[in-house]
């Protein structure tokens, strides 16, 4: 990536040739580049496939990062969302400390690491590890009567199927 001024310029060395894109990408979107070089992620809340140079998707928040297989954090207000880019759709929620600034998913995906305030937290934010974690911390399964009353959607299922059900 190529800066004059306030406008980037999109390079690829084995062309050796700009990569052309109708997004423009200014120093105030801070671009970051996914590792494998397939999206932009323009934290101004969009995220351009380089492929094509068009936006794939877009958001009022700002975007903090991208995954390769398709994956955009967003955040505000002590808040971390993550969208699946193909669909547009919410995949998770993170609540963190302070209003995040920055964020970065680890190698494998299966964590984001998100700086907030004065903090860099690591949260797992697929639901399947989400509950692996929560099943470790704790020694049975949880009673259906309060999931009941809370109405929570879906209906109540047995979660951590190693441990006891409760008595």
Known sequence: MLSSGLEYTLWDVRKRA???ISEKLTRESQPVLTSDGRY???RDSRVID???GRAIFTTNRKVLAVTRSGFAATGEFGLVQIWRLATGELEARIRVSDDPAAASFSPDEREIAVAAGSRVE????RLDDQIADACRLISDNRAAA???SLAITPAYRETC???????
Do not use: D, G, H, Y
Request: charged share 15%.
């Open 18 to 20: 700009a990569v052309p």
């Open 40 to 42: 932009a992620a323009a």
């Open 50 to 52: 380089l492929r094509n």
């Open 122 to 125: 690591t949260w797992p934010w």
């Open 146 to 148: 309060p999931w009941t």
């Open 161 to 167: 199927t190693s441990r006891p059900q409760p008595r």
